[in-house]
């Protein structure tokens, strides 16, 4: 069956999966034709002014009453943050022959046991204290 598949970006596209598919086949249709990340797809089928969640990993497209012609709207979750942070490490120039093992403690020394976001400047009472320096009376 031919599908009509609106992205949040605005982006439509047709894309054709076989009629007893089930939504993770679909999820990795769209992702393989348009290049998305299949992970984080949210499927809704758009009935009159309805929408229905496609969230049943084991359900047919048919049990939700998918059927050629049908238009679905696709949204994308956002990755969790152990996500965002597994990618940033991911990421990291290993070239100087360095153990993975020793990043993950350099980040994890750089943590602070501090679950606040870093991205979000901190409050004063958040902030690190330091000492001030002792005053010295230089009026005599």
Do not use: C, W
Request: proline share 4%; charged share 35%.
């Amino acid at each position: 069956m031919q599908l009509v598949v609106e992205v949040v970006t605005g982006t439509v596209f047709h894309i054709t999966v076989e009629d007893d598919s089930t939504v993770p086949h679909l999820k990795i249709r769209i992702q393989v034709q348009e290049n998305l990340t299949g992970d984080h797809i949210i499927l809704l089928l758009i009935r009159d002014a309805d929408h229905l969640l496609l969230d049943d990993e084991l359900k047919r497209l048919s049990d939700y009453g998918v059927q050629d012609g049908s238009r679905l709207h696709a949204d994308f979750e956002p990755p969790s943050e152990a996500e965002e942070e597994n990618v940033g490490n991911n990421n990291d120039d290993d070239s100087d022959g360095g153990d993975a093992s020793e990043n993950e403690e350099e980040n994890d020394g750089n943590n602070n046991d501090d679950d606040s976001d870093s991205s979000f400047p901190k409050t004063p009472s958040e902030e690190t204290t330091v000492e001030s320096p002792e005053y010295v009376d230089v009026s005599d």
